[in-house]
């Protein structure tokens, strides 16, 4: 499985980063991909020109790296997939300030992402609400 998520992992490439809202087995819909900023891309089309956009501009010459944190099947033919992420410019090491989650759809030619969430881990915006909330704290 985790061979499987290596190839359909984003890299830095705006046709890798699309995702495949529909396949010809799966009956799976829009919205396939929120950004940590929020915004919802209906289709791996949409998905595909913005991150050109973004690799053309803000994010050139940057690279993704990420660490596999769980892979959960739920199915026979589908996975959840938990990592932490960020883009990095140059030899410096990414501080992975992002978690993202990844349905994945097994289809006839391989694993595909069939949704993707990302979201920007705001460490003390999290500590304040475990000091005053405690009970909101996650046992792991």
Not at 55 to 69: N, Y
Request: proline share 8%; hydrophobic share 40%.
């Amino acid at each position: 499985m985790f061979s499987a998520y290596r190839s359909v992992a984003p890299s830095p490439t705006a046709r890798a980063l699309a995702c495949e809202c529909r396949t010809p087995t799966s009956p799976l819909s829009p919205p396939c991909w929120i950004a940590y900023v929020g915004t919802l891309d209906q289709s791996a089309d949409e998905t595909g020109r913005a991150h050109q956009a973004l690799f053309d501009s803000f994010v050139k010459g940057t690279r993704l790296a990420h660490e596999v944190l769980s892979v959960r099947r739920v199915g026979p033919a589908s996975a959840h997939v938990v990592t932490h992420g960020a883009t990095a410019k140059g030899s410096k090491p990414a501080e992975l300030n992002k978690v993202r989650t990844y349905s994945l759809v097994r289809t006839g030619s391989g694993w595909k992402v069939a949704a993707f969430q990302n979201t920007k881990h705001r460490p003390l915006l999290e500590a304040a609400r475990f000091k005053f909330q405690p009970a909101s704290k996650p046992a792991a």
